[in-house]
């Protein structure tokens, strides 16, 4: 009853350092998103997989890379990461566009 | 553009006091309205989805309804269990995006 899963909970990162957060589910769904929450701000898409090999970006797609490594797994990665990319980032899939996005519980990253 | 407003920002009941949420959007040929509850420290939890103006959906002391322009969540005698941020995203037909409002801070005292 797992749902969708991110890795790392948390993690802290210097200016320039680069990271992947991993986001995986076991719900079947065809498409997955990543989203950014900024205090003020609300959820704001990143970057979006409508289906196993395709990828697009979102509203705030700038300092970010994505890989849709299969139907299950859809990752985000921050080659340089900056200040700025402070956030809570949430992960979630969905069967079809008529249907609710689920999400997983977010990693919380800080980069100083 | 595509915009989802909600009000108030955050609110503060006394247990067993009623009130509503408001959700207006502005989109051309809405797919879906979602409602989503956000705990601390966790993801938004998925509470409904209203697809055509009319509809209405209910769990517990919660009620969703959709008209052309807004959405309600209605809270009915409210417990200290409610608290927490409610979300309302919408979609548009033949678009993969959802788009959130900055959510509404609910507040419940015992």
């Known amino acids: 009853n797992a749902g969708v899963t991110q890795t790392p909970k948390f993690q802290v990162l210097k200016t320039g350092q680069s990271m992947t957060l991993q986001c995986a589910q076991d719900m079947n769904h065809n498409s997955m998103y990543w989203y950014r929450q900024d205090p003020g701000m609300g959820l704001r898409l990143i970057y979006y997989s409508a289906s196993e090999g395709t990828t697009d970006k979102g509203e705030v797609p700038n300092g970010y890379n994505v890989s849709r490594l299969n139907k299950r797994e859809f990752s985000l990665r921050l080659e340089s990461a900056a200040p700025s990319q402070t956030s809570v980032y949430f992960c979630a899939s969905r069967v079809t566009q008529d249907q609710p996005q689920h999400f997983g519980d977010g990693t919380r990253l800080s980069i100083l | 553009e595509d915009q989802v407003t909600q009000s108030p920002e955050a609110l503060r009941l006394q247990e067993g006091e009623s009130s509503s949420l408001n959700c207006s959007y502005t989109?051309?040929?809405?797919?879906?309205l979602f409602w989503y509850r956000q705990d601390p420290g966790k993801g938004p939890e998925f509470l409904f989805t209203?697809?055509?103006a009319g509809e209405e959906k209910e769990k517990e002391r919660l009620k969703a309804t959709l008209t052309k322009k807004e959405s309600f969540l209605h809270i009915t005698a409210p417990k200290p269990e409610d608290s927490a941020t409610y979300l309302c995203?919408?979609?548009?037909?033949?678009?993969?995006?959802?788009?959130f409002g900055k959510g509404m801070k609910l507040t419940v005292n015992p």
């Open positions: 989109v051309s040929g809405l797919r879906g």
């Open positions: 209203l697809y055509s």
């Open positions: 995203a919408v979609t548009q037909g033949g678009s993969e995006k959802l788009v």
